[in-house]
């Protein structure tokens, strides 16, 4: 079963157009880590942000913004005033605990965001 | 800090031989890596889970012979393709927790593209 869910395959807006991805995800943990990674073209995963399960606080750096809502289980994740810089595959991720005492991560299908210009 | 490296970053080889990819924790030790596949326009998947002095644990449906990790220290793990062909072509990413301290979030290497002739 999908444990992580990006419904949105690629979106595509113009540039300084907000922008919302959304992430929703399902655990039978109580302790759990949720994270949002960027990868560019280039591949290597940038880290965005990680939040755990007892931390609704949602956040805003810069021109990002994340809403963690546990009664959903969605952590979505705006970018406002797009740039063309944004441009990227952008995945949601889930890290729980295992029954060998390890955490894995469960990535999302991932969402590829096109900035146009 | 926590930054992961891999070598080498892109290689390609012919059919039947085999290839390593190292992964490298930088400025701390790494009890536990993992070695993720991604297959153009999908998300990662995950290959093996490895331990400092012990034997990877692979996901269901990886092959351990074709797949070859040695996790020989706290600093080095290696993916040894063997006896590669063209459809193991692929982008292959290592990541590193943090030990104890935090075990929930892995540290990504840059990734390594595999070309098989």
């Known amino acids: 079963a999908q444990k992580v869910t990006q419904a949105q395959t690629e979106i595509s807006v113009v540039e300084k157009e907000d922008v919302t991805l959304d992430c929703v995800y399902e655990t039978r943990d109580t302790t759990y880590y949720l994270f949002w990674y960027k990868q560019p073209p280039s591949g290597e995963l940038v880290f965005l942000i990680r939040?755990?399960?007892?931390?609704?606080q949602n956040e805003i750096s810069g021109r990002y913004s994340w809403n963690f809502q546990k009664s959903t289980s969605s952590f979505n994740f705006t970018i406002t005033a797009s740039q063309v810089v944004d441009s990227a595959v952008y995945f949601c991720a889930l890290s729980e605990g295992t029954t060998s005492g390890t955490y894995k991560y469960i990535f999302g299908t991932g969402t590829r965001l096109k900035v146009l210009a | 800090g926590a930054v992961v490296s891999q070598h080498p970053s892109w290689v390609i080889c012919k059919s039947g031989t085999s290839v390593k990819i190292e992964c490298r924790s930088l400025d701390f030790q790494a009890t536990t890596m993992f070695w993720y596949r991604q297959f153009p326009k999908q998300s990662l998947m995950l290959m093996a889970t490895?331990?400092?002095?012990?034997?990877?644990?692979?996901e269901q449906g990886v092959e351990k012979d074709k797949f070859l990790i040695n996790h020989a220290s706290l600093t080095l793990s290696t993916l040894t393709v063997t006896s590669a062909h063209p459809e193991d072509s692929s982008f292959y990413i290592c990541?590193?927790?943090?030990?104890?301290?935090?075990?929930?979030?892995?540290?990504f290497g840059p990734g390594t593209r595999l070309t098989v002739t």
């Open positions: 939040r755990n399960s007892f931390d609704e």
């Open positions: 490895s331990n400092e002095g012990s034997k990877a644990t692979y």
């Open positions: 990541s590193a927790t943090l030990g104890w301290t935090s075990p929930y979030e892995q540290y």
